[in-house]
């Protein structure tokens, strides 16, 4: 039996470990261990609940608005403010660009090189690319002199030696099914979404400062001015800039990342029935337009579904959730006793092996993250369930786009419970994302010209204006799945605070009845054809999108091994 | 010479002690305009407080005459010394290592496939003692820091006499 090493497996800042044991070329069980400790709340004890978000802020590099989001929801929930809808509205816009920004980049520069082969980029033809290219969409760069011209960019960069972000260890590899030609294109389209992301993310300058780390939060609205005819504001001439990088997102998510998705996936037809794990799917909902508790107000549907059961769409309680340790290096008075956030401890120890080492011991605790649990259940979080759950409860606008999709690809439904699934849902979530950001941006102009320009409300600004106690729950769909704050507060300060990331209901480790968390059951099953070169494996833990304890950056110049694959 | 533009990005997680390096010297240059004062053109330089934020800071550096990266550097030496590496080798480096982490790695060399390179890049920063839950840098890494600002301000002063004497 081999025992495969995935050490780190992220692409984007993170800690993860996977562990497959494989035999008979599939695996027969997976091991998910973050291998960081991740301790903001034990930063934010006793800190003023107002600045909270600045902090948890500095969760995750690559998902900073989010969390500050999240944060100045929960602390809202907890004091019983109500937001103004524009301020509500400049959230929701921030939150959308990131997420069709985020999805882009993982479809093309943290996961696409799993299914595309560098290398067979230099051996396509330029004019057959070109053929390929214009038979699946409308996109102007198409040409057999475009496509030359990558072809001999890419082939200058593999000639220096740097091919830097595009350099992967599996090039050549046999599970690799494309023709040429899409390789070629694919590989176009990366470099093209480098170029796009850039002038996208731009929305972000405009509505949260010019900061990478937005600035413009404050618990009761935002601290950004609205004013129409001001300069220096979100003004008219900002809203058209705004609503221009919004067009430029829609033409190339519409005419490139989804005809890429479709075009891609239909070289692997075996990937819609691996990967599926558990089928349990969670979503809280979000971009609620400031609306905490009305959830038809709610962008995306907030439910659950057990068991791949679509007919049946579980309400959801949030108090229904729980972390359990019975895996995971952490202690307190009855481990075996999984809590509620609000309850939540977070006390650190460590009992694993002195690293470097071989192997976890799986049997005890191995993991840094704790292990979700809604009423007991594990549950994956991220763009699939938000569509499932979307789509279950009936939302028209997901069902004709999934529809349209499963259509267009000959599929039933329960196809999407799958690796390919998720990436589908990924990009199908792209495109509903952005009529929501058209609506948005509409509905902020009709505020604005209607003489509302209210942005914050100040009313319980001043903490003497608090309860002695308050307990609060921030929720919101980050681009990665459900993301919940939960705050506690106590004379005036905070008492406790817990976030439990997405990345922590798909990654978590088994629970205290052995139950495996998403990643791990996901993974069963999954044939590897090469096990010093698990590809299989990589597909189905990036399709997740995972990012972990996502903030350590070291540049490392002693050229270690950032990818272990061991065979034993 | 006034449309020069150098950057100064600081990299790190300001939760993880030692990691914390590039955010405090993008606040140190930040607070206290004398460092920066010092320079031939001071005002020719832009502090951008990376944090962990990845292919999202491509916005800050195209176009750059001269960036500095400054990170905490794993590099086997003592906690607190100085290593200061070219740019390139950076990127050529992280092919071997890191086969797809979205760092400051993948940062630059996504500068280099997009042929935005900096005129110049350095990366520099010092050897970690302790990356790990925490706000205060650990004894030899604050002891360092003095010497890693006076470091980078010498870069940008030597960038900006050169580039002032070719006019």
């Not at chain 1, 229904?320 to 309850?343: F, N, V």
Request: aromatic content about 8%; hydrophobic content about 40%; proline content about 6%.
């Amino acid at each position: 039996m081999a025992n495969i090493v995935i050490d780190p497996v992220t692409r984007i800042e993170g800690h993860l470990r996977i562990e497959a044991k494989v035999d008979g070329g599939k695996v027969t069980a997976a091991y998910s261990s973050g291998t960081m400790f991740r301790g903001i709340e034990l930063i934010l004890k006793g800190k003023d609940p107002r600045e909270a978000w600045i902090w948890t802020q500095r969760i995750c590099g690559v998902c900073t608005s989010v969390h500050a989001h999240t944060s100045v929801y929960a602390v809202e929930d907890a004091l019983g403010i109500e937001i103004p809808p524009n301020a509500a509205l400049i959230r929701d816009l921030i939150a959308g660009a990131q997420y069709i920004q985020d999805h882009v980049i993982h479809f093309y520069h943290l996961h696409a090189l799993d299914w595309v082969d560098v290398t067979g980029a230099l051996k396509a033809d330029p004019e057959a690319t070109s053929k390929l290219a214009q038979s699946l969409s409308p996109w102007p760069k198409s040409s057999t002199e475009y496509f030359k011209g990558v072809q001999a960019r890419v082939k200058k960069l593999v000639d220096s030696g740097q091919l830097s972000l595009m350099a992967s260890g599996y090039w050549g590899h046999p599970a690799y099914a494309l023709p040429p030609e899409a390789d070629l294109m694919a590989v176009a389209h990366y470099l093209e979404a480098l170029e796009w992301q850039r002038e996208v993310i731009k929305i972000h300058a405009v509505l949260g400062g010019k900061n990478p780390h937005l600035q413009t939060y404050l618990v009761g609205g935002m601290a950004a001015a609205v004013d129409p005819n001001s300069p220096n504001v979100i003004n008219w001439e900002r809203m058209g800039f705004i609503a221009e990088r919004i067009k430029q997102m829609r033409d190339f998510v519409e005419q490139v990342y989804v005809p890429d998705v479709k075009a891609v996936a239909s070289f692997y037809p075996e990937w819609w029935k691996i990967g599926a794990g558990h089928k349990n799917y969670l979503a809280y909902g979000a971009m609620q337009s400031g609306n905490r508790t009305d959830e038809s107000k709610f962008a995306f549907n907030r439910g659950i579904i057990v068991g791949g059961d679509l007919a049946n769409v579980v309400k959801l309680d949030q108090k229904k959730i729980t972390e359990a340790i019975a895996h995971s290096y952490y202690t307190y008075e009855g481990a075996d006793k999984a809590l509620h956030p609000w309850d939540g401890q977070t006390i650190p120890k460590y009992t694993g092996p002195t690293p470097p080492y071989d192997a976890l011991n799986t049997d005890a605790q191995y993991s840094w993250l704790k292990s979700p649990r809604y009423d007991g259940k594990p549950m994956e979080v991220g763009p699939l369930a938000r569509m499932l759950v979307a789509y279950a409860s009936g939302n028209a606008r997901v069902q004709e786009i999934v529809n349209g999709a499963l259509t267009e690809l000959k599929l039933e439904p329960g196809a999407l419970f799958s690796t390919l699934g998720r990436v589908a849902a990924r990009a199908l979530e792209t495109v509903y994302m952005l009529d929501k950001m058209d609506e948005w941006l509409a509905a902020l102009s009709a505020n604005i010209e209607s003489g509302d320009l209210r942005i914050h409300n100040g009313e319980k600004w001043d903490p003497s204006t608090w309860p002695a106690e308050a307990e609060g729950w921030g929720f919101h769909e980050a681009p990665r799945g459900a993301l919940g704050h939960w705050i506690k507060i106590k004379d005036k300060k905070i008492e406790n605070y817990q976030a439990v990331v997405p990345s922590t209901w798909n990654a978590g480790p088994r629970d205290a009845d052995g139950v495996p968390g998403p990643y791990e059951a996901s993974l069963e099953g999954t044939p590897v054809a090469d096990p010093d070169r698990p590809l299989e494996l990589l597909r189905t833990i990036h399709s997740f999108d995972p990012c972990l304890a996502c903030a350590v950056h070291v540049v490392d110049a002693t050229g270690t091994e950032r990818v272990r694959v061991e065979v034993r | 010479m006034t449309d020069r533009r150098y950057g100064v990005l600081g990299l790190g997680n300001r939760l993880e002690q030692d990691e914390a390096l590039g955010a405090l010297v993008i606040e140190k240059l930040r607070t206290d305009a004398s460092l920066l004062g010092s320079l031939p053109a001071p005002d020719t330089v832009e502090l951008i407080d990376g944090g962990t934020v990845g292919l999202g800071l491509m916005p800050y550096l195209t176009g750059l005459d001269g960036l500095l990266v400054v990170d905490v550097i794993n590099n086997n030496r003592e906690p607190g010394d100085l290593i200061d590496l070219d740019g390139v080798d950076v990127i050529r480096k992280d092919v071997v290592m890191s086969v797809h982490d979205l760092g400051a790695g993948e940062l630059l060399g996504a500068l280099y496939v997009m042929e935005q390179w900096p005129r110049r890049v350095r990366v520099i920063g010092l050897e970690p003692l302790v990356i790990g839950l925490g706000l205060d840098l650990t004894p030899p890494v604050a002891a360092a820091f003095p010497g890693l600002i006076q470091e980078l301000l010498r870069y940008l002063a030597t960038w900006q006499r050169e580039d002032a004497a070719a006019g």
